[in-house]
Every structure is written in structure tokens, then in C-alpha cells.
């Protein structure tokens, strides 16, 4: 059984999660709650780099996102038909990793205003450029006459934006476009829909991530050094 280790959230895990999705590989979900679950991961001797998420799949113990993207890319023929069409799934998906980190860090802002602010600054950055791409593609798709894995990172990434500012794509037709074919591909739709989805990142992801790690919380959080204390 393919299995996944993170936190209980959406996180640096989720873009795996779509690409066993399109991929239609059944997955456990196996969520890091407590500082002991992390503690006994780290004493299995399967995080490589002693990081989260964790893919468990084929025997294969997997670190470090990209890479599992890439792998699951390389096993569902997702980099296109040529040597120019892999190199531009790599930019873009170079690019969609600069572009996400602004939703990765929205439910840790202290007010739902700063981070939509932060989501549009960003937007105005990148979406012109992803738009621009598909428009000089010509084929609906970020490369090539195909889906491939740049446009499934890129629709997961707006996904994210979508669920802060849902009018975000009005001004890019080819953007929406391609979200709206992304999540109609069956192994998305099955898992926008499955109980596998977890919820969008808010107060208690937050709480529970900086428990976990035994970190501090964000300033704005009441008694934000609760666990900080808890390990001294």
C-alpha cells in the first residue's frame, strides 16, 4: 500500500497527493499528530533527510517533494514527448513552487485580509506569465499537445489561491481554462470529491503543525510560545 506521511493537512504534501491522483494510485493518508508519531518516524529510518512528507510507494522510501513529483511524473508518462518538453515542465514547475509559497503561508498570516493581499501581490506576478505560456504553447497545455505534470502542479497551486480570492482567474480565460480540465481528469475529480482531500489549512493546522514540531506559533496566536515551553 502506498502510503503518505505528513501532517494532518493539505501542506508540501499535497501536490503528491494530486499526482497519485492523476495517476489513479490508491493512498493512505497517514497523519503526523503528536511529537511522539514524528519521534517514532524518525526512529523508523525512513525519512532519508529526517523531512516530511514521506511517500511510501514500491518499496521506495521518498523525500523531498520534487522528487516525488518527478517520480510520479516519470511512472505515469507525465514529461512530455522530448528532451525541450521535460526541461519546460521543470521550469515550470520551478516557477509554480515560487508561486505556491504564498498559499503555503496564508493560514499562518494573522488576519484572512493579509493573506489574500499576499495571494493577489503574487498572483499579479506569476499569472500573466502561466498565461502568457499557454498562450505560446497554442495547445491548451503548459508543453506539448498533452497533459503533463507542469499543468498538474500549476491547477493544484491555483486550487489553493481559489479557495482564498474564487474570482482570481477571471482576468486569465486560459488559466481557467486549463483548471477546469485539470480537475475533470478522473483520478482528480475522484479525489477532489474523496474523503482523502483534507480540508484547507486554517487555525487548528496551524496550532497542530507547531505542536508536532514543538515550535513556537505565530505572534498574533494567543500564548504563542505554548509548546515551545512544553519541550523545554
Not at 533527510?49 to 517520480?71: H, K, V
Not at 505560446?136 to 506539448?144: A, P, Q
Not at 498538474?152 to 474564487?166: H, I, K, M, R
Request: proline share 5%; aromatic share 10%.
Amino acid at each position: 500500500m502506498t502510503r503518505l506521511h505528513y501532517f494532518k493537512g493539505r501542506g508540501r504534501a499535497e501536490t503528491t497527493r494530486w499526482m497519485l491522483a492523476i495517476n489513479q494510485i490508491e493512498f493512505e493518508n497517514v497523519a503526523i499528530e503528536t511529537p511522539q508519531d514524528l519521534a517514532d518516524l524518525r526512529a523508523s529510518g525512513k525519512l532519508p533527510f529526517d523531512q516530511m512528507p514521506l511517500l511510501e510507494i514500491s518499496g521506495l522510501n521518498l523525500s523531498q517533494s520534487t522528487a516525488m513529483i518527478r517520480y510520479l511524473a516519470r511512472l505515469g508518462d507525465l514529461y512530455g514527448d522530448s528532451d525541450t518538453d521535460a526541461v519546460w515542465c521543470d521550469m515550470i514547475a520551478g516557477a509554480v513552487a515560487d508561486f505556491a509559497e504564498a498559499s503555503m503561508q496564508a493560514a499562518f498570516q494573522a488576519t484572512d485580509n493579509i493573506a489574500k493581499a499576499a495571494l493577489c501581490t503574487r498572483f499579479s506576478k506569476f499569472g500573466p506569465r502561466f498565461e502568457a505560456r499557454l498562450a505560446s504553447n497554442g495547445t491548451g497545455f503548459c508543453v506539448g499537445a498533452g497533459l503533463t505534470f507542469a499543468d498538474v502542479v500549476l491547477v493544484e497551486a491555483l486550487s489553493s489561491y481559489l479557495d482564498w480570492c474564487p474570482d482570481i482567474l477571471a482576468d486569465t480565460p486560459k488559466l481557467d481554462a486549463l483548471y477546469k480540465r485539470v480537475i475533470a481528469e478522473p483520478g482528480i475529480a475522484n479525489y477532489l470529491t474523496s474523503a482523502q482531500q483534507l480540508p484547507i489549512a486554517g487555525d487548528q493546522y496551524v496550532i497542530d503543525v507547531a505542536s508536532v514540531l514543538q515550535r513556537a506559533l505565530p505572534a498574533h496566536m494567543p500564548d504563542p510560545g505554548r509548546f515551545v515551553r512544553a519541550q523545554a
